[in-house]
């Protein structure tokens, strides 16, 4: 099963040096998730090759403009090309007003449902739920109320051998057993023992989105021995009292944190304006942890 993201945008508060601000396409099983929505974020889905009409959840972090000016864009232009099918958006509850207040003096009515979930940034909780994965906030510290969101892929049930199940003439109708793991006892007087018919399908992984916040030990717990953990690195830790002012995290503290919490790989980005090279923040970050990749614009990072 698919589970890769494709970074929009990785510009902190401006689009700069070709950076566009933030916004990434989690892929899971064909499906498509919208985290974060800055300025921007269509033309970027264009430019990589993805349809916006398959978009059908979008994750709004918080409501600092660089994370969500594409949206009223986004969902302007799926409507004007004839979207029907509904689209659900998670975010904090000031969102919806905002967008109502501009689709009313736009005089847009809208030609699909929106279904709107208000999210809390006090404690974590479980917002979504498919056949695929779950979704749960990740409470962030920030100056205004910002989440996180942790995609956690489900267990997928185990594959069958099928040459094996083939060449032992046992029937179809069993299969769907054995793929759940069930040992069977055959009409025929055969016992079929499941782990000699079937093989365990592949861990599950589990991706954590961080964007924006202070270096702040209580949401460690939340992230805690993720695949891919995706954090703000928005300074050199040379700028500490800036990041700290701004509640904006350093790369060295990002690579900490992926340390502290046991994360197999580092993805940074949100990156402050004032770097027009991004090589010492990736530097910086793998000084510490050395599984760190720059968040790069168009690449698509595998789960
Ligand atoms: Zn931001
Ligand atoms: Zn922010």
Redesign the pocket.
């Given at each position: 099963m698919k589970f890769e993201v494709t970074i929009l945008g990785s510009s902190?508060a401006t689009p700069v040096y070709n950076r566009n601000p933030t916004a990434q396409l989690l892929n899971c099983n064909e499906k498509f998730y919208l985290i974060d929505c800055g300025e921007g974020t269509q033309q970027q889905l264009m430019k990589f090759g993805f349809k916006a009409s398959k978009i059908d959840f979008v994750f709004i972090s918080?409501l600092?403009g660089?994370?969500y000016f594409g949206l009223i864009g986004l969902l302007s232009s799926l409507h004007l090309n004839g979207r029907i099918k509904p689209i659900k958006i998670f975010a904090p509850a000031a969102l919806l007003e905002i967008l109502t207040i501009q689709f009313k003096y736009s005089e847009t009515v809208i030609r699909y449902p929106i279904e709107f979930i208000a999210t809390e940034a006090d404690e974590s909780r479980q917002i979504f739920e498919n056949a695929d994965m779950t979704v749960e906030t990740i409470v962030l510290n920030?100056?205004?109320p910002?989440t996180g969101f942790k995609f956690v892929q489900k267990k997928r049930l185990r594959k069958l051998i099928i040459e094996k199940l083939e060449s032992e003439n046992i029937d179809v109708e069993y299969y769907p057993l054995l793929k759940r793991g069930v040992d069977l006892a055959l009409p025929d007087g055969r016992a079929l023992l499941n782990s000699d018919y079937t093989i365990d399908s592949e861990k599950p992984k589990t991706y954590c989105y961080c964007?924006?916040t202070l270096f702040d030990e209580r949401y460690f717990n939340s992230i805690r021995d993720c695949d891919t953990l995706y954090h703000e690195s928005t300074f050199l830790h040379e700028m500490l009292d800036r990041a700290n002012q701004t509640?904006?995290t350093t790369a060295l503290q990002a690579a900490q944190i992926a340390k502290m919490t046991g994360a197999a790989k580092l993805l940074i980005g949100h990156f402050s304006s004032r770097y027009k090279t991004l090589q010492p923040l990736l530097d910086e970050a793998i000084s510490v942890f050395e599984h760190t990749e720059i968040a790069l614009e168009g690449v698509t990072y595998s789960i």
């Open positions: 902190s918080h600092h660089d994370h920030h100056r205004i910002c964007s924006d509640h904006h």
